[in-house]
């Protein structure tokens, strides 16, 4: 009985592909998804609808297409508003209707597209971004840098043999100008999820021989904008940021513009523009350079013309002016002489003045000295002869004397003592009784 009602597998599929097909909500029904897996094959691009949840694992997943009788429309439709491609990682909201086949199970066909949902969270994203490193004070570290004027030397981030750098190098070899510029590859990748990895590793490198280099460059070209989405992630815009040389990137087209295109210190659309922006620099620091030179050589002539109108001036007044000074300083010469003669007159009035007072002092001082032991000797003669005893005895006086000697006191005489005394007019012998 249960065998009777069993369904093949083909039925069962059949009755799921029934089901989808008649029912109204899975025609024609937006949805929103992130894009996995994009590839165009045959004109036909094939993709997987995926979900992720809080944490980042995937919690649903559905294969999708896009046929090509709608694919170039949708994708030029895309692009006007959002100037990508339809590519891998993108959000999307698309319009379209489910499926079921027997052989390949359930599928989704896109029939419209909104950008503005996907430009929507491409700004956001941006945004989210740039503020994160504008709160880790990132965000205007590289574009604050000075970017050197005269950027020679020059550190190249690109993929080799791409056709940017190629046009890149080529506009440098053959600037009109001749300017020599010394340029080196650090090999990236510059499209796909190893994009930001790759950016990352070339400026470390360069990062080990900073001064070898004035600027760092990062340029991509000649691939689908779908591929830019690499530069609009956390880590290889930090690393940009916090770069201490100046970068410049090139890596987007017209219309393009990706997180390091805000926080680079010079953006620019192309590579080639990036090569013309490094010309235009030095030509810039030439012309100054020659503009400097002239200057000089305009102010060396305008003062080598006033030197030379000076010397002849000067030559001209020469004469005149050395007979002037010889005349002033012969006139200042005589005034010395005559001053120097009045000097003297002076000095030999005032010396012969000295020279009469000093001999007046001299004479005087001479007769001082022979003046006054002549009146010294002459006093003590008066003296010697008023204190003299004769002179004594003139004025009255008598002078005993005892055995030739003059009696003071009459203790000194004994009786029968015979003492001679003397008179003004003679001496008188006299016995002692």
């Not at 170039?72 to 909201?93: E, H, P, Q, S, W």
């Not at 994160?132 to 570290?141: A, I, M, P, V």
């Not at 020659?290 to 003062?303: F, G, H, L, N, T």
């Not at 003669?341 to 001082?368: I, V």
Request: charged share 25%; glycine share 8%; net charge positive.
């Amino acid at each position: 009985m249960a065998e009777n009602n069993a369904l093949t597998l083909q039925q069962l599929q059949q009755l799921i592909g029934n089901t989808v097909r008649m029912n109204p909500q899975l025609q024609g029904v937006w949805v929103t998804a992130e894009l996995s897996d994009v590839r165009v094959a045959g004109g036909h691009c094939y993709m997987e609808l995926i979900e992720k949840d809080v944490i980042g694992n995937t919690c649903a997943k559905m294969r999708a297409m896009i046929w090509n009788n709608t694919l170039n429309t949708l994708r030029g439709k895309f692009y006007a508003a959002t100037g990508k491609d339809i590519c891998t990682g993108m959000k999307v909201m698309v319009r379209g209707s489910a499926n079921h086949h027997n052989l390949y199970g359930l599928s989704f066909t896109i029939s419209d597209i909104d950008p503005a949902y996907t430009v929507g969270d491409m700004e956001r994203i941006r945004r989210e971004i740039l503020e994160r490193l504008h709160k880790e004070g990132f965000l205007d570290r590289n574009r604050s840098l000075r970017f050197p004027p005269v950027p020679q030397r020059v550190a190249v981030i690109s993929a080799e043999g791409a056709a940017g750098y190629g046009d890149f190098i080529n506009q440098l070899v053959n600037n009109p100008d001749g300017f020599k510029f010394y340029t080196h590859l650090f090999p990236a990748v510059m499209q796909g999820e190893k994009t930001s990895q790759s950016v990352r590793n070339a400026l470390e490198q360069i990062r080990r021989n900073l001064d070898l280099w004035d600027c760092v460059v990062i340029i991509r070209g000649g691939g689908a904008t779908t591929d830019l989405n690499g530069f609009d992630e956390y880590e290889v815009a930090k690393a940009v940021a916090v770069f201490p040389l100046p970068v410049a990137v090139g890596i987007g087209h017209e219309r393009d513009r990706t997180v390091l295109d805000e926080i680079a210190c010079r953006r620019c659309k192309t590579p080639t523009a990036v090569a013309a922006m490094l010309i235009d620099s030095l030509r810039l620091a030439y012309t100054a350079t020659v503009e400097r030179v002239k200057k000089i050589a305009r102010y060396s002539a305008d003062a080598m013309k006033g030197e030379k109108y000076r010397i002849a001036n000067i030559e001209t007044a020469l004469p005149a002016r050395v007979q002037t000074r010889i005349m002033r300083s012969e006139k200042r010469l005589g005034e010395i002489g005559h001053s120097i003669e009045r000097a003297l007159s002076r000095r030999y009035s005032s010396e012969s003045e000295r020279m009469r007072m000093l001999r007046y002092r001299f004479e005087k001082a001479c007769m001082q000295v022979t003046e006054k032991p002549a009146t010294k000797l002459k006093n003590l003669e008066n003296m010697v002869r008023v204190l003299s005893p004769q002179n004594t005895i003139n004025r009255g006086y008598s002078l005993t004397l005892l055995n030739g000697k003059a009696v003071k006191s009459i203790g000194e005489l004994r009786k029968g003592d015979t003492v001679t005394t003397c008179l003004s007019d003679g001496t008188v012998e006299s016995t002692i009784r």
